[in-house]
């Protein structure tokens, strides 16, 4: 495979990986700033229980911002530096969620999984295909 069709392979491969993200917390973060904590509790969301409503919803309002940086600032490419931001935001949030998992006992490979898909675009939009701003 030639340099340019490597560089295109991840381009695409990075791009597919920012949307698939930016579905999943989109709306994640929508489910969590727009149902009642009982509903969240209901649905399987555990921690809201241990949390405040406040907290529930600024992680929901996190999730959404995470979102949208991860493919806006890159689509439009203003401040396109703002997309693999947007990436280690979401890995934080995703160590976070890996550790409430773990101490509570429950399954934490989804979480493990989604740290290290917005870790390799925080890595890949910073050092190996960045968008360049307009």
Same mark, same amino acid.
């Given at each position: 495979?030639?340099?340019?069709?490597?560089?295109?392979?991840?381009?695409?491969? +990075?791009?597919?990986?920012? !949307? *698939?993200?930016? %579905? /999943?917390?989109?709306?994640?973060?929508?489910?969590?700033? @727009?149902? =009642?904590?009982?509903?969240?509790?209901?649905?399987?969301?555990?921690?809201?229980?241990?949390?405040?409503?406040?907290?529930?919803?600024?992680?929901?309002?996190?999730?959404?911002?995470?979102?949208?940086?991860?493919?806006?600032?890159?689509? +439009?490419?203003?401040?396109? !530096? *703002?997309?693999? %931001? /947007?990436?280690?935001?979401?890995?934080?949030?995703?160590? @976070?969620? =890996?550790?409430?998992?773990?101490?509570?006992?429950?399954?934490?490979?989804?979480?493990?999984?989604?740290?290290?898909?917005?870790?390799?675009?925080?890595?890949?939009?910073?050092?190996?295909?960045?968008?360049?701003?307009?």
């Amino acid at each position: 495979m030639t340099e340019m069709k490597k560089s295109k392979a991840l381009n695409t491969s +990075l791009w597919v990986i920012q !949307v *698939l993200l930016a %579905a /999943a917390f989109g709306m994640s973060g929508f489910v969590k700033v @727009s149902s =009642t904590m009982e509903q969240l509790a209901q649905s399987g969301m555990s921690f809201v229980n241990e949390y405040a409503e406040s907290t529930v919803r600024l992680i929901g309002i996190s999730e959404l911002l995470g979102a949208i940086g991860l493919i806006l600032p890159a689509a +439009l490419r203003i401040m396109p !530096v *703002l997309t693999p %931001a /947007a990436a280690v935001g979401i890995s934080l949030i995703m160590i @976070s969620a =890996t550790g409430y998992h773990i101490s509570h006992g429950e399954p934490f490979v989804a979480s493990i999984v989604l740290f290290l898909l917005a870790a390799f675009v925080a890595w890949g939009r910073y050092r190996l295909a960045p968008v360049q701003p307009k």
